[in-house]
Nanobody, 127 residues
Framework: QVQLVESGGGSVQAGGSLRLSCAAS????????MGWFRQAPGKEREGVAI????????YYADSVKGRFTISQDNAKNTVYLQMNSLKPEDAAMYYC????????????????????WGKGTLVTISS
């Protein structure tokens, strides 16, 4: 099993930046993919960005390409999500997740592709 703890959420004005962190513990050696997902009130949870833990390849949802960057620090077992040029529609609960399976990038951005989840960190955007 893997335990995931997110941090870094908060309130920011539109156009601003935030960096989210996800600290992983437990059987992290089994993680093939780490991802960030988000869920706004009344909406389904959606994939934002994923990173393949072995090679560091990344993949993003179209809605965040060019604005968000996912990265990892293997020594700290931590994954980050740098969010720039934030928009009101980026407001959501952000969740960190991991998959023990090696999935294609499209599958990896789907909720069903993940095996373990954190409890989330809230991001609010003021316009």
């Amino acid at each position: 099993q893997v335990q995931l703890v997110e941090s870094g959420g908060g309130s920011v004005q539109a156009g601003g930046s935030l960096r989210l962190s996800c600290a992983a513990s437990g059987s992290t050696y089994s993680s093939k993919i780490m991802g960030w997902f988000r869920q706004a009130p009344g909406k389904e949870r959606e994939g934002v960005a994923i990173i393949y833990t072995g090679g560091g390849s990344t993949y993003y949802a179209d809605s965040v390409k060019g604005r968000f960057t996912i990265s990892q620090d293997n020594a700290k077992n931590t994954v980050y999500l740098q969010m720039n040029s934030l928009k009101p529609e980026d407001a959501a609960m952000y969740y960190c997740a991991t998959s023990f399976r090696f999935l294609g990038r499209i599958q990896a951005l789907r909720v069903y592709g993940m095996d373990y989840w954190g409890k989330g960190t809230l991001v609010t955007i003021s316009s």
